[in-house]
């Protein structure tokens, strides 16, 4: 199964989707923690990462499906994958479409987790004080925010036209966001 899934930084994305790996055995392709480990090497490439992320900006659309082509051509992604993180912008969807498409495995799903900006400030600002991620102060929150609401929610149009969007309210209890997400992958296994 290929899986997309959307949401503003925050929304709880990175906790449901390592309980959705465990249900669907597929393969937790986060594009965040893929550009991190980037920028944990000592490189020009990684140094110029950082002045893109460390700012709260997107990484360039070109350079993040490279890093994701890479990993789908891997043994590993043969049953599928959940996009986590990615795509970001109409042309990083544009990209993946294009790809799957070549390889003849189409998109089943963009799961939409949806959450108000003052509760993701909340809970990001709580975040930072036990991780200390770079990005996680309160104008790079405010500027990932942003470019979240510019960017990335086009793309919940972008997926609705093409009738694959699923919508779950993500201010709900972390479990009964996951029983939404559990049922309506259930309801698409159904069909299949
Ligand atoms: P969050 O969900 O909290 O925003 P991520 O770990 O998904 O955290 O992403 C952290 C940062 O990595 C983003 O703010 C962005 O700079 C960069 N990034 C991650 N995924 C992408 C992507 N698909 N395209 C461009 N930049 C990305």
């Known amino acids: 199964m290929m899986v997309v899934f959307i949401g503003p ?3 709880g994305k990175g906790t449901q989707c ?3 790996v465990d249900l669907l055995r597929i393969p937790h ?3 965040g923690e893929m550009l ?8 020009a490439l990684s140094r110029w990462l950082a002045s893109y992320i460390d700012a ?3 990484a360039p659309d070109h350079l993040v499906m ?3 082509a890479q990993k789908l051509q891997s043994d590993e992604c043969k049953p599928g994958a959940l996009f986590d993180g990615f795509p970001r912008t109409i042309v990083q969807a544009q990209l993946l479409d294009d790809y799957l498409m070549e390889h003849h495995r189409p998109l089943d799903v963009a799961l939409n987790l949806q959450v108000d900006e003052e509760i993701l400030v909340e809970r990001l600002l709580k975040r930072a004080q036990i991780d200390g991620r770079a990005d996680d102060n309160y104008e790079t ?3 990932r925010l942003k470019v979240f609401r510019t960017q990335t929610s086009p793309l919940i149009d972008y997926y609705s036209k093409q009738g694959k969007l699923e919508s779950i309210d993500g201010a709900q209890s972390e479990d009964q966001v996951f029983e939404d997400i559990q049922s309506i992958v259930m309801r698409l296994q159904q069909r299949a």
């Open 9 to 11: 930084p925050g929304a």
């Open 18 to 20: 390592r309980r959705l």
């Open 29 to 31: 392709l986060s594009t």
């Open 36 to 43: 991190r480990a980037v920028m944990r090497e000592e490189s």
């Open 56 to 58: 709260g900006k997107l």
């Open 66 to 68: 490279r890093i994701v």
């Open 141 to 143: 929150i405010r500027e």
